[in-house]
């Protein structure tokens, strides 16, 4: 394939789903080459693997044509970039710089603006600044257009500010959920922010608020039933447009991520996972990290580990905590499950070393599981007893086991390193499994639980493992 079209499969591999829906609603094109162009497109960007081979017989302009209607769309439909114009036309009418043209195409946004816009509140915060620019230089007309729209609109900037003020305090009871399992989150509250996201009238912004934190509850919860026609209706408003950024359109494939593996669904879920870490951006970390720990459930160790080392320069300067220490955990599980324990094990022990504080204060159950685990494959009971006793695991687990993200993975290993190094019997050991497994009602309710540490017993006793003469 010629230079110039190379450059092009480059820019169509690199179109979302999402995106490629709404470049098929928008296309309108007579030219037939054109059209199945961005037919092409669409396909490639459904692709689970592979790529398109582009037809080099079709006329190299046409590509270039297609390429720049596509992003065209694609600018036109951007509610971010839309934000970053009024955050410059503010900055610019706030100096006494804006340009004429610039004038224009505000005034043209202003007069067609409804409450309902994504950037509905920055607007009305601009048109509010733009009319001390007009009225002291006696643009009367403007300025009428100007002032209508803000009396007009004024009931609902109103309203917005302060479901966007009251999003701010239900956020605070959520956070308080999921750190300190205080359950604080009424159902009033959920009744709430689901009426705000499902308000037609209200500005994108607020709804998208809103709906990420009911995403948030849901998972939080283990309420997913909540979530499926959430997210139909979400698809629909970013396939449409309406909610449409690339920062928009891969939160939403990574909360379809987490949707999927909470059906269990880890096909999908990864499909997703995949599409989320498409584009680069603030939270492309968070987004490697629930990719890697999909693969990982469904057995894709080598594939987890690839995607883990793409982000390794950015967890090593990450700020957020959680998610550095996410990527630790989760290369430390995909090492030990790659046969490489002795290396898992060792970037674990140095990564507490050097994050010692920030790991027992961040996701310290996530962090000792998988440094626990590489330990029991490497048989370093030894070690794991030292751990268990420095750092009181069995204290901290037992505070830790109402959490609906709670795994008894910990006490299990620190049991077996107890059998192990002879601190207890084999009977013992077999009715501490049972007592893991029936202590939790959300655990005795199901035989994940018991499934899932046998397996892991398994993988760290290997050829042993008959000896213990489990069921």
């Known amino acids: 394939m010629k230079e110039k079209l190379s450059k092009f499969a480059k820019f169509a591999s690199g179109i979302l789903p999402l995106e490629a829906d709404f470049l098929l609603h928008f296309r309108q094109f007579e030219d037939s080459e054109k059209a199945f ?5 669409a396909q490639q960007a459904h692709l689970v693997a592979g790529s398109m081979t582009f037809d080099a017989s079709i006329d190299k302009r046409k590509y270039s044509y297609v390429k720049a209607w596509c992003e065209k769309i694609l600018l036109s439909l951007d509610v971010d970039a839309g934000l970053q114009q ?5 900055i610019e009418i706030q100096t006494d710089s804006i340009a004429d043209r ?3 195409e505000l005034l043209k946004i202003i007069n067609t603006a409804t409450s309902s816009d994504f950037n509905f509140i920055k607007i009305y915060d601009v048109a509010r600044l733009y009319r001390h620019y ?11 257009v100007v002032h209508v729209f803000l009396e007009k609109k004024r009931t609902d900037y109103e309203y917005s500010r302060l479901a966007n003020d009251k999003l701010h305090e239900v956020s605070s009871d959520i956070i308080a959920d999921y750190t300190l399992k205080n359950s604080n989150v009424s159902e009033e ?10 308000n037609e009238n209200l500005d994108g912004y607020n709804r998208i608020l809103a709906w990420i934190r009911l995403v948030f509850i849901a998972h939080n919860q283990r309420q997913y039933n909540r979530l499926t026609d959430m997210f139909a209706r979400f698809e629909q408003l970013v396939a449409s447009g309406t909610f449409y950024s690339r920062r928009i359109v891969t939160n939403f494939y990574s909360q379809y991520l987490l949707y999927y593996a909470s059906m269990r669904d880890y096909k999908k879920a990864a499909y997703y996972g995949y599409l989320s870490i498409k584009v680069i951006n603030n939270d492309y970390l968070y987004y490697i990290n629930n990719l890697a720990a999909v693969l990982l459930r469904d057995k894709r160790p080598d594939e987890a580990l690839a995607v883990l080392q793409l982000s390794t320069q950015y967890a090593k300067t990450a700020l957020n905590l959680h998610n550095k220490i996410g990527h630790i955990c989760y290369t430390v599980f995909a090492l030990t499950d790659l046969n490489k324990a002795p290396q898992a094990e060792n970037l674990a022990f140095v990564s507490l070393t050097a994050y010692k504080k920030e790991i027992l204060d961040n996701r310290w159950h996530l962090f000792f599981t998988a440094y626990l685990n590489a330990m029991a494959v490497n048989h370093n009971f030894e070690g794991i007893l030292k751990i268990n006793t420095h750092y009181k ?16 993975a910990i006490p299990w290993i620190v049991y077996l390193a107890s059998y192990w190094k002879n601190q207890i019997t084999l009977a013992t050991l077999k009715s501490q499994l049972q007592l893991l497994i029936s202590k939790n009602t959300q655990y005795a309710k199901s035989t994940d639980t018991h499934n899932e540490l046998l397996s892991l017993t398994k993988s760290i006793l290997k050829s042993e493992y008959s000896k213990l003469g489990f069921r």
């Open 134 to 144: 007009l009225q002291i230089r006696l643009r009367h007309k403007d300025y009428r």
């Open 102 to 104: 610039d004038e224009k």
């Open 393 to 408: 695991l069995l204290n901290r687990d037992s505070q830790f086991a109402e959490n609906v993200r709670y795994s008894p």
């Open 189 to 198: 509250a959920v009744s709430w922010l689901s009426s705000l996201f499902y």
């Open 37 to 41: 162009v961005v037919e092409q497109i």
């Open 86 to 90: 009024l955050i410059r036309w503010e």
